[in-house]
């Protein structure tokens, strides 16, 4: 009971600091007179046709013109800027003269109620940018629209080679069962930042390819302080344990676990316990620590710290880290080494078309498909940092490649990137794992008690699911 009710306590803190962060008419070829059925007495039936994509959607272009769609939004800088530049070419280059307009809204929790207090009205936006799990939400309350007859079809759709430009696990994140519930929007991911020049001093040529490697690596770094004659900084070297949410389910993902099963949470495995109990052991042999400090990227840049967890997004802090530091350290950012291979975790917002009329429907996804146009992605990479969602747009970004070696190492990991937990319920639950797993080190736990906390994770998340 005590470790239950410290979980909950420190659930019910993150949830609340959470919310801040608040195409197919199939035209026929006429048959030859060769092929035309010999004329019989008996009547031949005719079965009805079958519905296609086209009958579905159900809209010719013309239709399109002088539709105002209306898009709903959390960005902030610099995305929020540069999505408005990106509107406004669309709306002054788009055939069909379709107008966007953009409602921007402090976090994406606050954007999140917003839709569900008018999910009973008329005034749902046409268009969303919204955590996958929030569609999961919307599309429970029927809506969602499903984007599977639109990616198929032949007019309106995406063609076979466009769809095999698009890293797959951009795309699996939106595809629930059958229903394909939003097109990528941005992507991210959380990765180690290492550094490099300070591992080969230590006797390392390379990174850690699995959790031996990296606990060697790790440990190294804390015995140069150990070494000393000064005992205060015998807790320094190693990896800095962090709480973010997706770090702790890359380290569940390589040691071969993960927070789900059969589209169910499971966090009581054999596999989540070894993850757990790993780091935990780094942590009482002083190869982990936890830093309290103000510069949240100092450790790395002042070699206090071998491993750090990072987003995409915090690779210029970490750069400026070094400058301020006067380290001219190269340091890389890699996957997270388990023993069941290296891991990381792709996130972010998806474009998700909400149930309108078959018009604004059809004028919410030209515009969905149009910001991923790899002109489009060269631009928002170039502004924002993240994940170019389409393959090709790396032709267009050599000279951002050459100047951001960490970013372009980052777009070399996608072939080991995995998709979030596909429940709607995620959007709670992961600050439960990520809060829980934290626990074990800042309550300095036993490793014999990992168990007992995976199954308050466990209880956590199934009334969460609810």
């Not at 103000?294 to 750090?308: I, N, V, Y």
Request: charged residues 20%; negative net charge; contains cysteine.
């Amino acid at each position: 009971m005590r470790l239950r009710s410290i979980f909950f306590f420190l659930v019910i803190v993150v949830m609340l600091i959470s919310g801040c962060e608040r195409i197919f008419m199939a035209i026929q070829p006429t048959p030859k007179p060769t092929d035309l059925p010999k004329k019989t007495s008996t009547p031949i039936s005719t079965p009805p046709p079958t519905p296609t994509p086209a009958d579905t959607i159900g809209v010719d272009g013309s239709a399109l013109s002088g539709v105002t769609i209306n898009i709903w939004h959390a960005w902030g800088s610099p995305q929020r800027e540069i999505f408005e530049a990106q509107i406004a070419e669309f709306n002054r280059r788009n055939l069909w003269n379709i107008t966007v307009r953009a409602q921007p809204f402090p976090d994406w929790n606050s954007l999140y109620e917003a839709v569900n207090t008018t999910s009973d009205s008329n005034e749902l936006p046409d268009l969303s940018v919204a955590l996958p799990e929030y569609a999961l939400a919307w599309d429970a309350q029927g809506n969602v629209v499903d984007l599977t007859d639109y990616v198929n079809h032949p007019k309106w759709g995406l063609t076979a080679d466009v769809i095999a430009d698009i890293p797959l696990v951009f795309l699996e994140q939106d595809r629930v069962g059958s229903k394909t519930l939003g097109l990528p929007a941005e992507r991210s991911t959380r990765l180690l930042f290492y550094n490099a020049r300070w591992a080969r001093e230590l006797g390392f040529e390379s990174e850690p390819d699995n959790e031996r490697e990296f606990r060697s690596q790790a440990c190294a770094a804390n015995n140069q302080f150990r070494s000393d004659s000064i005992l205060s900084n015998d807790g320094y070297g190693g990896w800095v344990v962090d709480a973010d949410p997706q770090s702790a389910t890359s380290w569940l993902n390589a040691f071969g676990g993960g927070a789900t099963t059969d589209q169910t949470y499971a966090f009581n495995t054999e596999e989540n316990t070894a993850a757990l109990a790993f780091q935990k052991d780094l942590y009482d042999d002083s190869c982990a620590w936890i830093y309290t400090g103000l510069e949240q990227f100092a450790p790395l840049a002042e070699r206090k710290a071998l491993f750090m967890s990072g987003d995409l997004t915090e690779l210029a802090e970490q750069a400026n880290a070094f400058s301020m530091a006067k380290n001219s350290d190269e340091w890389e950012v890699i996957p997270y080494p388990g023993a069941d291979g290296k891991s990381i975790l792709a996130y972010g917002p998806s474009f998700t078309v909400m149930k309108n009329t078959p018009e604004k429907q059809l004028a919410a996804w030209l515009f969905a498909r149009w910001m991923l146009k790899p002109e489009i992605q060269a631009q928002w990479v170039e502004a924002t940092g993240m994940l170019p969602l389409r393959k090709s747009a790396m032709k267009l970004l050599g000279d951002y490649s050459r100047t951001n070696p960490q970013w372009a190492q980052a777009v070399g990991l996608l072939d080991l990137a995995k998709v979030q937990p596909q429940l709607a319920s995620w959007r709670t639950v992961k600050y439960a794992l990520g809060d829980g797993s934290y626990s074990i080190f800042r309550l300095n736990l036993p490793t014999s008690d990992i168990p007992s906390v995976l199954d308050e994770m466990q209880v956590t998340a199934d009334e969460l699911n609810k």
